[in-house]
Each structure stands twice: as structure tokens, then as C-alpha cells.
């Protein structure tokens, strides 16, 4: 795909991005009610982030018809015949959004090859910080921005000045797994952060704001785009094993902390 053709993609996940993204704080400001459940009952659905990827699946099926969709929220998965497929977290952080604590944001990749993150190739990736109004964006081999700004990755090298995040999954079992790793981590860092948006996260790290985060049970909506725009910034983004980052682990890091986190994991 051209440089043109990037762009014209880029263009239109940001527009898409940052629509979504007022809306989303405009519901927010009107109140936020849970609408279901997901996994678990601590996981948790609101009518905004379906009415969020609704949104978004009509503005780039829209423009781009032949088109693949993959949204968290499931509300109309397209096969799509051009060779590019739109991976789609309307709402990033959804208990953030309820209790109006912490980040939340829309996360918005286009990829091309097989629905797989094992095989595919990002193209384009924009996230919108909602509560910060800012977006995020990088696009294949073309650096990545904040606010229109180039940012890079963190280069500390040493894991025992780190601020890394990290977040948890919806099942209680598998947190007593994870904050058993946590336990182990913390005394060997800087700090640990658990800000509750994998995209926002990933974002961060990004622009050298944390040096490192890693989270496993995520699924390919979360960090589509936000591994892109981590790449993009001279970053690091794997599954622990040097492979494409998975269900199991997405670890993202600045080039000179990784494979000291990598080997903790």
C-alpha cells in the first residue's frame, strides 16, 4: 500500500476517532448506566460503547464498503473483500468511563491480511485519549504523533528506574496469578501504574510518559492500534516470546528496559 493510500486511511480513522470520542464525552457528561456483561460480571458493557463502534462501523464501511470490521462489542463483524480489516475498540477503559476515574478511549486500527494479529499488518492506528483530547497516530513506516507532534519511546535503560503499568483481567482467579507477578516486579522498578486503558497505556509509552507495560487477556481491539503507534515511536512490542504480541501477553517497552521486563514475564 502507498503513501497516499496510508494516508487516506490515516485520514479517516482520525475523523472516525475523534467523532466517536465526542460523542463518547458527551454521554458521559449526560450519565452512564451498565447495559450487560461480558466474560465475567465485573466486565462490563455500557450502552455507549455500542453505540460508540455502531458508530464508527457506519462512518468507515461508509466511505470504505469493500472493507473488513472487527469491533470489541460485536455489533456487525464484516468478512470484507478488499484486504483490509478495521480493528475497532469503541471504548477503551469502559470502567474508567462509568466511574469517571481514570483514562478512556477510542482505539481505532486498519490492518491488512488474514483477522489474526499472529498474521496481519497494521497499516494505520489512532487513539483518542478521551480525557486528555488528545490523539494518537502513526501509520505504517511513518512515524508516530501526538497531537500532530513526532514522540519516541523512552530510552532508560536501567528496569530499576522503569515506571511500568500494567492492568488486570475480568476474572478473579487469573488476578490472583497476576498480582502474584506484580508482587514480583514492584520491588525492581521505579514504580507500577495500573491505569485501566491497555490503548491508553500503550499511548503512553509511546511518547516516553511510562517506560514500560505489559498485560495479558487482551484482545486484538485493545492493542491493534496502540502497538502501532508504539512501533512507530521507536518502540518494542511483542508477546514475550519475540513473536507478535497475543492473548497471552502484549509486552511494549522502550528498546533499552524489554528484555530485562521480557524476562519476568
Excluded: H
Amino acid at each position: 500500500m502507498n503513501t497516499s493510500e496510508l494516508t487516506e486511511l490515516l485520514e479517516l480513522a482520525t475523523r472516525t476517532a475523534e467523532e466517536a470520542a465526542a460523542f463518547l464525552r458527551a454521554s458521559r457528561v449526560a450519565g452512564v448506566a451498565v447495559a450487560g456483561t461480558k466474560s465475567t460480571e465485573i466486565d462490563i458493557v455500557t450502552e455507549a460503547d455500542r453505540q460508540a463502534e455502531e458508530l464508527i462501523r457506519e462512518r468507515i464501511l461508509a466511505a470504505r464498503p469493500d472493507d473488513g470490521f472487527l469491533g470489541e462489542e460485536g455489533t456487525g463483524s464484516v468478512q470484507g473483500t478488499s484486504g483490509v480489516t478495521w480493528v475497532v475498540d469503541p471504548l477503551d477503559g469502559t470502567v474508567n468511563y462509568l466511574y469517571g476515574a481514570g483514562p478512556y478511549a477510542v482505539s481505532i486500527a486498519a490492518v491488512s491480511g488474514p483477522a489474526d494479529p499472529a498474521e496481519w499488518t497494521e497499516l494505520v492506528g489512532v487513539v483518542v485519549v478521551c480525557t486528555e483530547e488528545v490523539t494518537y497516530a502513526a501509520s505504517r513506516d511513518g512515524g508516530a504523533t501526538a497531537a500532530g507532534e513526532r514522540i519516541g519511546v523512552s530510552r532508560e535503560s536501567r528496569l530499576d528506574l522503569a515506571l511500568v503499568s500494567t492492568g488486570l483481567a475480568y476474572d478473579r482467579v487469573v488476578r490472583q496469578e497476576q498480582t502474584a507477578t506484580v508482587a514480583t516486579i514492584a520491588p525492581l522498578v521505579r514504580d507500577i501504574r495500573m491505569g485501566g486503558s491497555a490503548a491508553t497505556d500503550l499511548c503512553l509509552v509511546a511518547a516516553g510518559r511510562l517506560d514500560a507495560y505489559y498485560e495479558r487477556r487482551l484482545g486484538p481491539w485493545d492493542y491493534a492500534a496502540g502497538a502501532l503507534i508504539v512501533r512507530e515511536a521507536g518502540g518494542v512490542v511483542e508477546n514475550g516470546r519475540g513473536g507478535a504480541p497475543d492473548a497471552d501477553l502484549v509486552l511494549a517497552a522502550g528498546p533499552g528496559v524489554v528484555e530485562a521486563l521480557r524476562s519476568l514475564l
